[in-house]
């Protein structure tokens, strides 16, 4: 069993910067690749990025990619999402994701969940 929680979400500017972090608890939790997805309102939960055990591979969303940076710190047990040049439309609840082998763009794979943690970009 693995417990992941989010923090660092919150309001910010357009243009503005935020890091979220997901500590994770558990047996062997190093070992999983991580994934963070976001769900605005009304819509489906989507991938952002992900990143394997020890953080050589990773991969974004193209909505994402050049302004979004995952990474980990195995010995914190703690993945990180730096979100640079937010957008409006990066409001969202999100989510990260622990599962066994190699990241995966798709949700329903992952086995373990956070609770989510909320941004808020105004324009």
């Known amino acids: 069993q693995v417990r992941l929680v989010e923090s660092g979400g919150g309001l910010v500017q357009a243009g503005g910067s935020l890091r979220l972090s997901c500590t994770a608890s558990?047996?062997?939790?190093?070992?999983?690749?991580m994934g963070w997805f976001r769900q605005a309102p009304g819509k489906e939960r989507d991938f952002v990025a992900g990143i394997n055990w020890n953080g050589g591979s990773t991969f974004y969303a193209n909505s994402v990619k050049g302004r979004f940076t995952i990474s980990r710190d195995n010995a914190a047990n703690t993945v990180y999402l730096r979100m640079n040049s937010l957008k409006s439309e990066d409001t969202a609840v999100y989510y990260c994701a622990a599962k066994r082998g190699d990241w995966s763009t798709m949700r329903s794979i992952y086995d373990y969940w956070g609770q989510g943690t909320q941004v808020t970009v105004s324009s």
């Open positions: 558990g047996r062997s939790s190093n070992s999983y690749a």
